[in-house]
Structures are given as C-alpha cells and as structure tokens.
C-alpha cells in the first residue's frame, strides 16, 4: 500500500527484547559504622589506593571502632581475571568478617 | 566496579559505589541491567584524574564520604520497573518518515534512516536460519535482553542488510555473546568500536569487497553488516550514548574487513580463520575491540629486512596506552593487528617468511624503553601502584619484561608473538599497510564458525 506522498505504509516490530534479569533485593543495611569491618575493593584504576586513604582516615575520625581491610587483600575487581575474582569475593569476605564494602572506581 | 558490588550485595553485604560525577547516570542505567536498579552509588565531584591532590582531600572528605556512610546505613528506595513492548510487538505504524521518527526518538536508530523492520522483512531473513526464532544465544550485559535469532532478523533489516547475510549476523551475535570477548566493556571512555573480519568462501558468495578500498563504506554487505554490529549492540546489549555507552570519542561502526584468501593461497599464508582455530575454508567471524590506528603509507624495500623496520616501529607507535592490556591488570590480552596490502604480503612470502616469522621479527622489534613503558601508565594515564619489575617477580608477566635494571632496556608491547594478529587485504597493488590498537580484554579477539543452513546453495 503506497500513499500520495510515496511514504510507504509499514508496521514496524520492537527491535529489542524483554530484558531477562529479574529485580534482586540489596543487602540489608548496617544501623551504624561504628564497630564495624569495611573492606576496599578496587580495579586498580583512577587513583583508588588515595582515595581509599582518606576515606579511611576520615571515617575513622567519625567511627573511631570501625576497621578496614585493605584492596590489597583482594586483588584487582576488574581486568583479564574478573570473572573468577568476582566468584571468589563472597568467600573472601567472610572470611575478613566483613560487614559491608566500598568498591572502586567509576570514571 | 558495579559489577563487583553486585557481586556483594548478592552475598549479603551492603555497598557503596565510589562514581565519578559523569558517571552516575551510567550507573543507573548499568544497576538495572544487573538487577539491582537501586544500588546506590557515593559521588566524587567531578573527574578524579585531573584534581590535585588537595582538590581530591576535599572532594571525597566533604562529598563522597558522607554519601558512603548514608550507602551503608540506609536502605535504598526502589526503583519501579519501566515499561516497555512485548517481544514481537509492532510498535508504530505508519509511512518510512513517520516510521523513523519514531525509531530515532526511542533511542532504536544510529541517527541514519533504518529499513521497517516489517514481518514479511523479518521473515525473509529467517528464511536464511535453520534455527528457532526464539532461540536465545545469550544475554548480553548491561541490559540482559535475550540475543534471539528473532531479534537478530529484526536489527539485520534496519541495519540494510540483505536477508542472505542472516548466517554471518547470527555467528557475530554468538561471538558478542562468548564470554571472552567481553560485551559488557563495550561502553567504556576510550571508545574502541569493534572490527568484524571475515574469512572464507562467503566472501565472494556475498560479494564482499576484499580489495581496493578496505575499510571503507561503499559496498553493501561491509557496510550494512558493520551497521548491524553497532545497531545489535545499541538495541539488545544496551549500549546508548550519554547512558550507557561513555564514549569520550567513538567511531562510526567499522565496514567488515574481509581477508584476500585468492592471495594468501598463493603465498601460501594461512587466513586468519586458521589463526583463530578453525580450518582453512571455513567461513568464520571474527570481532575484536580498537581504539584507532593508522595507516602506513609507502612500505618500501623488496625484502622483509627493508620492509619490516617500518611496519615495527609503527606498531610500537600506535600502541601506546594500550600496553594497559600488557600488563597484570591486562593479562597480557594486547593483540595488535596488522593489515598488510597483498603486494606487502607477497614480497614477504617471496623471501620465504611465513607469517610467524614476520609475528617474531615485531615482537623482537617493536619494543620501547622500560622507562618509557612504565612512565606512560604509572604517571601519565591511571595506574599509581604498578611496574614492570614488580610483575615480574611475582610472576605476573613473563620475564622479558624485567631482565635487568637498567630503565632503558627494550620491552615487548605484547607477552609473545602469537599475540600479534596478521590479515591480509586491501588493494592489491599498493604497498600500504594500517596497524590497529587493540582494548586487551575489552573486546578480545573471538572467533566463531558461520553456520550456513541445509538450502544454501539454492
């Protein structure tokens, strides 16, 4: 079917698909920092070693009981090895005694 | 990063996201992807890279440290849903105009007029399939939409392909899904746009221009197959601009590069189908990720020892940040590639060197300073914690990269000279060569076998 203009007519389909990742619920989160075990991941990009630095020193002005452990326990999140370090994380973190997690770098 | 801390809070810890300021709308839109669409994130103003170190005191103790606390200790509003079209939903009716109005304005087009994808369109390209239509190849990140046959069909029309290319379009869907390419990179700041090659007899079955003008927009099936990869990955990967896809500067999508194969049997040069594992003859894809390049004008000489100094030192060049990929953090996944004229190649061949000689004289040649090598990632680009010898001793990287003091001893840009990628193509006639900076893990070379259905030859 053409029109006057030449136009054409067309029924045009989605050039997508649904999306297939259901909606995961967050970890709960912590009532304070205060006591509590935070662990530095970092993909080794964008100046992380300083930033998690002052981060650290700056929250343990705040919440003189918490503790860190450091991205150098960790190894890089990020690179030709990502998959398997992302697989091991969980473990690693219990086994840190971890509470919650400050992750690195987006830029 | 966001991809770690889903990791975590899958595990059951709380997160908090350190996002540069120009970042945060691509955390949003990665975060649903992920499933986690709430997942919060702590803002450093601005980009870090180009702070002083007082700037940076300040950014994160009066900005992003307070965001960090509140990520840990309060619980993250949901996020609804957004709505979207049904699978095999016709979404605007109407003339070409009104048609691509509508693709442009939600994000389905490149900014060129697309074909409607219309079903007697769709059909007639899966006609060329012996495969499901609803057959999912994978779930490619950041928007996990399922990669369906029936969407690779839908991409293929707006693309302009012709329905015959279907077999090609579903083994780069393949590939894009393979693990070891590395999708979920697409998007990042350098901007590398991915070059698809082709081997095989389907070259000339679907008259692939192999000769003059590689490279270049002009001939349909390079071309449109090439749009087919950028518009696959906006549509069902997900990559957007000013979302998604953080770009600093791209490309438009590279044409397909298909290999001379009447000229590497002659030389008796292997395609790059054979390098990639699979057999000579075998029609195959294969994708790879690259910020840039250039051309090498004029390679003069008629032996490999007059001809290569200049094809070495142009490779060494044109990889600069890129040695990124050589080291620990990279795995040493650098694969440079080089395109070489058929006159180059049969000059070479000539004087009895195959192309794993010529892979060995640039992996000897194409070396830079240790100095050099380590100034370029620890001190200009991003990397503070990092050198050659380090690696080396922890046995991160091979020894070459440390077999003495001396800061100016010569380095590889790669671990081995397998790692260097050879194809063949270009005007037959011209000694010109083009070298291209390949993204490492970002985009690392893949491989899969076209599979053509039961009626091909009909």
Redesign the interface.
Known sequence: MT?K?N??????????????????K????????EGKT??Q?W?????????FE??E???KK?YPGAKFVSWREFG????????A???A??QK?RDFG?????????? | MLRASAACEAAGFPTSSLTCEGFVKQAAVTAVGLGMPNIPVAVVPGHIGTKTPQELHDAILNVTMDDVVNNLTVTPAPIAKAGEPQAREIVVKGGFRAVNQYFVEHEYSDGLPIVPPTRDAIDEFLRYTDRDPEESLGTPLPDKRSATIWSIAVNGVMAGCRPEYMPLLVALVEAMCDPNYGVEHSGNTPGADTLIILNGPIIKQLGFNYTQGALRDGFLPNTSVGRFWRLYLRNVAGFLLHKTDKATYGNTWRVVLAENEDLLAKIGWEPNSVEMGFKAGDNTVTIARYTGGGSLSSVSGSTPEEMLPYLADTVERFNNWQITFTTSHGMGTLRPLIVISPIIAETLAKAGWSKLDVKRYIFEHARRPAHDFERQLRVWNIRGVWDLKADVLAGRIPKVFYESDDPNRLVPIVWKPEDYMIAVTGDPLRNNAYVFAQNGFLGYPTGKKIHLPENWEH
Not at chain 1, 76 to 83: I, L, M, V
Not at chain 1, 98 to 105: K, L, Q
Request: proline fraction near 6%; charged fraction near 25%; charge should be negative.
């Open positions: 029109d203009t136009d054409g007519y067309y029924e045009a389909y989605w050039p997508r698909s649904p999306r297939e990742q259901l909606t995961r967050l970890a709960p989160r912590l009532d304070t920092l935070i662990a991941l993909d080794e990009l964008f100046k992380g070693d300083i930033v002052l981060l020193e700056g929250l705040r890089s999140t990020h690179g030709g090895n990502e998959k370090a992302l697989e994380l969980p973190l971890v509470d919650a997690v400050m992750s690195g770098m987006a830029c």
